[in-house]
């Protein structure tokens, strides 16, 4: 007898995958986030986490702090190369505006998150999920320049 493994939205999971439905649903929405974090996984930053599984200990730690569901859920998505190798390895937030996101809070560029340890990811996690605004104090960030005219 076959395990059939499903999804957190309903649907079959393909043979070798975690989440990839068996049958592509084009009309399905994908599931609700809150924010979305992006974390560079390119050559140089994965390089500064020393062999270390970053999205996987991250998903454990929103997971413990039961925001890997609902409506303040965060997702971890790894990227290539944002570009950004100065500032050491970089994340970008995406906030979902279009339902419970803080506009103050999309698109910032974190740098040095290679320095951060557990209880500074907690700390940000919980900060975007009341929705309290990034400051450049607690949270380093890459500066952005201006367009030239």
């Known amino acids: ?42 050559e140089r930053c994965s390089k500064t986490q020393k062999g270390k599984d970053l999205a996987g200990m991250l998903r454990d730690i929103i997971k413990e702090l039961e925001l890997h569901k609902g409506k303040n859920r965060i997702k ?4 290539n190369c944002f570009g950004a ?11 979902n505006t279009k339902v419970n996101g803080n506009l103050a809070n999309n698109n910032i560029w974190l740098k040095n998150i290679h320095k951060y340890d557990e209880s500074k990811w907690k700390e940000l996690f919980l900060a975007l999920s009341t929705n309290e605004d990034l400051s450049e104090d607690l949270y380093a960030q890459v500066p952005m320049s201006e ?3």
């Open 1 to 42: 007898m076959e395990n059939k493994i499903y999804n957190n939205m309903g649907s079959e999971v393909a043979d070798g995958f975690i989440c990839k439905p068996k049958k592509l649903d084009p009309n399905k929405p994908i599931m609700h986030f809150k924010t979305q974090l992006f974390l560079c996984d390119g």
């Open 76 to 79: 971890i998505s790894r990227t």
């Open 147 to 149: 367009i030239d005219e």
């Open 85 to 95: 190798c100065r500032f050491r390895q970089v994340a970008v937030t995406f906030e």
